[in-house]
């Protein structure tokens, strides 16, 4: 079976989480994202550059699900697809990208958090496989290690 591969995205949240709905009902969680950058320099240590800024969007139960557990400052990784779509700003139509979230969450190498596993009764082999997981406080985590919301 092929492995199945999707584009990727990871950096901050850099602006508080807002909610809206699309016009089919449907929730959808909006923020800008930052990526920071590196330069390596000849000896081979890095210099940091400044970060880029880009909107992010996902959708329906991911944007529910979103909204109760991201924070501005936040690092993340989600995976998805970049849309482009065109505006008119001032008479001008411009060319613009978001990167729709399909799957998104907290990027492990740079946040710390307990994982809270449910656990099943019964035999068999399925009882030997990780169950369904739940951050322990899904209002919000942060990059400095302090939870909040519990």
């Known amino acids: 079976m092929a492995l199945h591969t999707q584009q990727s995205l990871s950096g901050f949240i850099a602006s508080e989480p807002q909610q809206s709905v699309t016009e089919n009902g449907d929730t959808r969680f909006y923020v800008r994202v930052g990526q920071p950058h ?11 550059l400044a970060p880029t800024f880009h909107d992010l969007v996902a959708y329906r139960a991911t944007a529910d699900r979103a909204l109760t557990r991201f924070a501005k400052g936040d690092s993340f990784i989600a995976e998805g697809y970049v849309r482009t779509f065109q505006v008119e700003r001032d008479g001008a139509i411009i060319e613009r990208e978001e990167f729709v979230a399909k799957k998104i969450g907290h990027d492990l190498a740079r946040t710390n958090y307990d994982v809270e596993r449910n656990r099943r009764s019964g035999g068999g082999i399925e009882q030997d496989a990780p169950g369904p997981r739940q951050v322990v406080a899904p209002a919000q985590v942060r990059d400095d290690s302090t939870v909040l919301g519990i």
């Open 38 to 48: 590196f330069r390596r320099e000849d000896d081979g240590s890095f210099s940091e």
